[in-house]
């Protein structure tokens, strides 16, 4: 597959929209004087939202909509343009934000007890964990998640990648999801990643008597801001927080974690056990 079409097959069916509504904030704003950074810090926000929001690449969303429309006299023009804009397909309202932060996050601390780490999934794998998804989504819809998710692998592999650190219980590495060659194939990928500069991976071992995460997986990012947020997910929703105390509970949470999880090198030695299984 050439890199156009991968490329294309990747993109966000909204894609176009979300650039044209990007463009029109772009007009108003110049028109009435701003530059990026001027208008974001009328709303808090950062000179690098500003402009993820004019190129497309983060959607606009109606509070802000509505406070730019009054700020820039705009008439209602982006409010009623976002309210218009085609739904986000396949990638829930809920966890649009989230993946906003992730792409732009400079810290990442991620606990997974059930499954892989998305940022650390191969294809195969991915794959088989949309498949598995009660009710069942078809093919070209598991074939765009997939695509989306191997794409957020970029992220540890920008030429300043965060500071990334994964700790995974033991029963996701035992489980053959998808099949032996898929759980091979996964293994051995986690251990390449676990050698990869500012990535930390950690399991925590089954048989423990102790168990920091048994409240479900959950991730802390930091923005280029310093602000610290977590984020965890249920069968039916997200939620991602910003409260200090509790991104503070959270984040002690994850420290716990890695004390009673392997260190960096009994992890690799028992990924390379399990490859060694085989």
């Known amino acids: ?146 695509a989306a998710r191997i794409e957020r692998r970029d992220i540890l592999h920008r030429r300043v990648p965060p500071s990334a650190s994964f700790v995974i219980w033991e029963a996701a590495l035992r489980d053959r999801l998808g099949g032996d060659e898929v759980h091979v194939e996964q293994v051995r990928h986690l251990r390449e990643y676990a050698d990869l500069p500012g990535v930390t991976v950690q399991v925590l071992p089954l048989g423990r008597t102790s168990h920091a995460g048994l409240d479900g997986p959950f991730i802390l990012l930091e923005t280029p801001e310093h602000q610290r947020l977590a984020y965890s997910e249920t069968q039916r929703g997200s939620t991602l927080i910003a409260d200090p105390d509790e991104v503070a509970m959270m984040t002690q949470k994850y420290a716990m974690l890695r004390t009673q999880a392997l260190n960096t090198e009994d992890t690799r030695a028992l990924l390379d056990r399990l490859l060694g299984e085989r």
Do not use: H
């Open 1 to 146: 597959m050439s890199t156009t079409t991968t490329r294309r097959s990747r993109a966000r069916r909204n894609a176009s929209a979300m650039k044209m509504v990007g463009a029109l904030l772009a007009v108003f704003r110049e028109a009435e004087g701003y530059t990026q950074r001027s208008l974001g810090a009328v709303f808090c926000v950062s000179e690098q939202t500003i402009a993820s929001i004019e190129q497309g690449r983060r959607p606009l969303k109606s509070d802000l909509a509505e406070q730019l429309d009054e700020l820039l006299d705009t008439k209602g023009a982006l409010s009623a343009a976002v309210r218009n804009m085609p739904e986000v397909d396949l990638v829930p309202m809920w966890a649009e934000e989230y993946l906003d932060r992730e792409r732009e996050a400079i810290a990442i601390s991620w606990y997974e007890g059930l499954v892989i780490p998305g940022l650390l999934q191969t294809e195969a794998y991915a794959r088989a964990v949309f498949r598995s998804r009660v009710p069942v989504y078809d093919e070209d819809e598991t074939e765009q998640l997939v």
